[in-house]
């Protein structure tokens, strides 16, 4: 080979090698046929919000494909997740998932699946647990709050979206974490909450962020489980922070039918990390008070193991399980 020869083939190959550095890592494999994506609550909540947000940012990076969105609500979720082994297992079927309820329900034993029945495919983000008092109280910091709940033990009432929930969980961890008694007050829901909150007839609530969000004039946010500070809310700490390793909140993900293979596990995992990890996503995510994870199968059996634990903990706590 002479020298010149020598230089174009040396060129050529640092070429390519230059071309196969500067490729996409990931490369987007686009559903060849709608996605059906079932959700188990109501239109307009979190949940449906989310699916919404996919489903925008799918057509967007695959315009020739689409997510139909369908719902089957009823027991808390509990009546789709009990009917998702039943759907067909053909990588296109997909249906929103929660954590801790997926946990949660089938300990308190009024259920019809178990959480081994559910089959996870990604967790794409949850809404963190937040501490909130009405912006006329007293209580201006954490450690008033703390304070005036060590004085007074069982006097402080904070509010939470039903019985055996995440707010309520999330209320037990509360007064264990910190070693305080407050009295724990269920509503039917936000709404229902939100009223009490603002008006002041309870003290405060554990609720999630999106609330305090919303509700910006309204009520004061102490201490919420991130792991840094939300951009929106710079001035209210962390638990971490406060010395509790807390990180936690309501999870929303994707599950698939047990019977799909693992093929088809990971290419849904694959499409929704792609949707998760777009532009568009994060800049909705951040506006609606969602922190974004990226949980897919190959972190999966970890991150499961670890909130089973977790919220088989919390829910003895709330006496499930017994």
């Known amino acids: 080979m002479t020298l010149r020869t020598f230089k174009g083939a040396l060129g050529a190959a640092v070429a390519v090698l230059l071309g196969l550095l500067s490729?996409?890592?990931?490369?987007l494999s686009c559903p060849e046929k709608p996605v059906l994506y079932w959700q188990a609550f109501t239109p307009g909540g979190e949940s449906d919000?989310?699916?919404?947000?996919?489903?925008?940012?799918?057509?967007?990076?695959?315009?020739?494909?689409?997510?139909?969105?369908?719902?089957?609500?009823?027991?808390?979720?509990a009546l789709m997740w009990s009917q998702m082994n039943g759907l067909p297992a053909d990588g296109l079927t997909v249906v929103g998932i929660n954590l801790p309820h997926i946990v949660f329900q089938p300990l308190e034993g009024q259920v019809q699946y178990k959480t081994a029945d559910i089959t996870p495919a990604f967790w794409?983000?949850?809404?963190?647990?937040?501490?909130?008092?009405?912006?006329?109280?007293?209580?201006?910091?954490?450690?008033?709050?703390?304070?005036?709940?060590?004085?007074?033990?069982?006097?402080?009432?904070?509010?939470?979206?039903?019985l055996n929930s995440a707010n309520h969980a999330a209320h037990e961890r509360l007064n264990a974490a910190f070693g305080i008694k407050t009295i724990y007050v269920p509503f039917k829901g936000t709404g229902d909450m939100a009223t009490s909150v603002i008006g002041a007839h309870i003290d405060g609530a554990m609720t999630y962020v999106p609330f305090a969000i919303t509700n910006k004039a309204r009520v004061r946010p102490l201490a919420v489980a991130m792991e840094k500070r939300h951009p929106l809310m710079p001035e209210v700490p962390t638990f971490k922070e406060l010395g509790v390793n807390w990180v936690d909140g309501a999870y929303r993900g994707i599950g698939v039918?047990?019977?799909?293979?693992?093929?088809?596990?990971?290419?849904?995992?694959?499409?929704?990390?792609?949707?998760n990890k777009d532009p568009e996503m994060r800049e909705l995510a951040a506006k609606s008070g969602f922190e974004l994870i990226n949980i897919g199968v190959d972190e999966m059996d970890a991150f499961m193991k670890e909130k089973i634990q977790l919220y088989t903990e919390g829910a003895a706590r709330l006496g499930m399980g017994k």
Not at 23 to 27: D, E
Not at 58 to 66: E, G, T, V, Y
């Open 23 to 27: 490729a996409p890592a990931f490369s």
């Open 124 to 162: 794409f983000h949850y809404t963190p647990d937040i501490l909130v008092v009405p912006i006329t109280s007293s209580i201006k910091t954490f450690a008033d709050f703390l304070g005036e709940a060590r004085k007074s033990p069982g006097k402080l009432s904070l509010g939470g979206s039903g």
């Open 257 to 275: 039918p047990k019977s799909s293979t693992p093929e088809q596990r990971r290419r849904i995992s694959d499409l929704w990390m792609a949707l």
């Open 49 to 77: 919000l989310s699916a919404r947000h996919q489903q925008a940012v799918l057509k967007k990076k695959c315009p020739n494909s689409d997510a139909i969105v369908q719902y089957k609500p009823g027991a808390g979720g």
